[in-house]
């Protein structure tokens, strides 16, 4: 793992927040990191998961980036 590229701050959220940030429900949030169109998630224990949140708003950055050209 290279943690030189992971901030010294990180926060992670849950999926509830997920989706309330993306808009997208737990289904597509789940379909689309198969795809590896979302952020991965990361495991924190045998049975929890989060995510990074400037990962997700990074991804929702790029969205309104990509609808929005020049």
């Known amino acids: 793992m290279n943690t ?3 901030p010294d701050e990180v926060e992670f959220i849950k999926i ?3 989706r309330r940030i ?6 597509t949030i789940y379909e689309r990191m198969l795809a590896k169109q979302f952020p991965s998630q990361v495991k924190l224990g ?6 990074v949140k ?7 950055k790029e969205r309104i980036g990509a609808a929005r050209p020049g």
Do not use: N
Not at 46 to 51: D, E, G, K, L, N
């Open 54 to 60: 400037s990962e997700v708003q990074a991804w929702v």
């Open 46 to 51: 045998p049975r929890a998961v989060a995510w």
């Open 16 to 18: 509830a927040e997920v």
């Open 4 to 6: 030189a590229q992971i």
């Open 22 to 27: 993306t808009g997208l429900g737990t289904s």
